[in-house]
């Protein structure tokens, strides 16, 4: 009682209405600042939102699909780099934005190696965090292979399609399902996973960029550099670049005889 008896009132009234006023003061000019200073959004941003996938994966390299929109009515961005849209929506786009629609490679995202549980050494026994990204930070992974599939599925848990999975402790694509979005390819701390064309009818299954020896103690189906592959190739459409064959889809007829020829089996047909 000594406390309340011992407060001004009177005053503490005039401090509650001063800061009344003033909330209303700042209120009404928060007001007049968002009517006479706000940016009106371009009406078409809405408009390609709404013909673009709503898939919001990122792969298109913006935050989501509003972001990839605004960009593409601001002319910073290319319709083709969403690849989760369809083309007739593609098509709209374009005719909202008075561009042209140029066709661009169907692509797809293949995993890079052929290193399951059965046939790669392991260093030591994980237990901990089931990510790729730690499984990485712990000496670079379990496998002996520094370039191998880490196998936790990180891929697949980013996957908005349904396009990863894993399969003993190797990452495997659904190609029916890949839109070629790329977060996959962003996601992977080993950067083994890349987009090819989908017309492709072969790729390399190994990343090592290891000599023969130290992968054949590594993995029983990684590449060891002997090079068939190019010797073979009718079309020179493959070449050896830091100990693994490279593919010029440009060049590759789709003859098959790679991966026929390649001992290690670590060329996969499609």
């Known amino acids: 009682m000594n406390l309340l008896n011992s407060i001004n009132w009177q005053g503490f009234t005039w401090v509650l209405v001063i800061l009344g006023v003033l909330c209303i003061i700042f209120t009404i000019l928060i007001l007049v600042v968002n009517k006479f200073c706000a940016v009106e959004e371009n009406p078409k941003i809405a408009e390609v939102t709404e013909n673009l996938s709503g898939a919001n994966c990122g792969g298109c390299g913006y935050a989501g699909c509003a972001d990839f ?11 083709n780099d969403c690849a989760a849209t369809a083309k007739d929506s593609k098509v709209m786009i374009a005719t909202i934005l008075g561009v042209e629609v140029k066709d661009a490679e169907p692509m797809m995202a293949v995993v890079k190696c052929v290193g399951n549980n059965d046939n790669t050494t392991k260093k030591f026994d994980y237990i901990g965090i089931e990510t790729c990204e730690a499984l990485n930070a712990m000496q670079g992974g379990d496998k002996l292979c520094s370039y191998g599939c880490l196998g936790k599925g990180s891929c697949e848990k980013v996957c908005k399609f349904n396009a990863m999975g894993l399969e003993n402790g190797l990452a495997k694509n659904n190609f029916h399902n890949c839109t070629a979005c790329s977060t996959c390819v962003r996601t992977c701390p080993k950067h083994i996973i890349e987009l090819i064309p989908r017309s492709a009818k072969v790729y390399i299954g190994c990343s090592s960029k290891c000599k023969g020896k130290e992968v054949m ?14 010797k073979s190739c009718p079309s020179d459409a493959i070449t050896m670049v830091d100990n693994l064959p490279v593919i010029d889809y440009n060049k590759c007829t789709k003859c098959g005889l790679c991966a026929d020829k390649c001992p290690r089996k670590c060329i996969i047909k499609l």
């Open 69 to 79: 929109a605004k960009a593409l009515v601001e002319g910073r961005a290319n319709i």
């Open 217 to 230: 103690s590594a993995c029983k189906n990684g590449c060891i550099a002997c090079g068939i592959c190019a």
